[in-house]
């Protein structure tokens, strides 16, 4: 009879041990993740969502400015590399030894007339979905005369330069 109790006893913890222990996910889930954010929506994978400051270096017509902004995680658990992908588009492949998925950082447009210049926020959520949102919000407007640089990309000649937010949420539809 004790060793039915007993046997009993261990298949219970078993059995609720193993429904409270998530599986753990795949490094390689970022990629996807990456892929979902790239194209503006991420839907039926949990994720974490939280928003971390960065700053934006410009040089206009010789000068620098630092510009305060922020980027975005979505990430899961997941044991891995410690890993940020070097790349120019907008989203990027992220781990941290214990976590990957996806870091925003900077959205570049330049029409010849207008450089716009995305940069991403969130409020911090864990869900199912993550979708990007243009928030219409304009961080800071600059004029050009002679060309400049943001990060990465430069310029030569006249530009209004327009620093505006996307917002990460969870997806509305």
């Known amino acids: 009879m004790l060793a039915v109790v007993a046997a009993a006893s261990l298949a219970v913890y078993a059995v609720v041990r193993g429904l ?15 892929k979902a954010m790239l194209a503006g929506r991420l839907s039926g994978t949990t994720v974490h969502v939280l928003s971390k400051p960065m700053t934006i270096n410009l040089t206009v017509d010789g000068r620098s400015l630092a510009v305060p902004a922020s980027r975005v995680l979505v990430f899961f658990p997941a044991r891995g590399p410690v890993f940020e992908e070097s790349t120019p588009e907008p989203w990027r492949t992220w781990a941290n030894g214990t976590h990957a998925g996806t870091v925003s950082y900077l959205k570049v447009l330049d029409d010849g007339h207008t450089l716009r210049v995305y940069y991403y926020s969130a409020t911090p959520y864990r869900g199912a979905s993550a979708c990007v949102y243009a928030s219409g919000s304009k961080l800071a407007r600059l004029y050009a005369g002679s060309g400049g640089r943001v990060e990465w990309y430069s310029f030569t000649g006249p530009r209004e330069i327009l620093i505006e937010e996307v917002r990460v949420e969870p997806c509305r539809q």
């Open 20 to 34: 409270s222990v998530q599986p753990e996910r795949s490094f390689e889930e970022a990629y996807e993740v990456k």
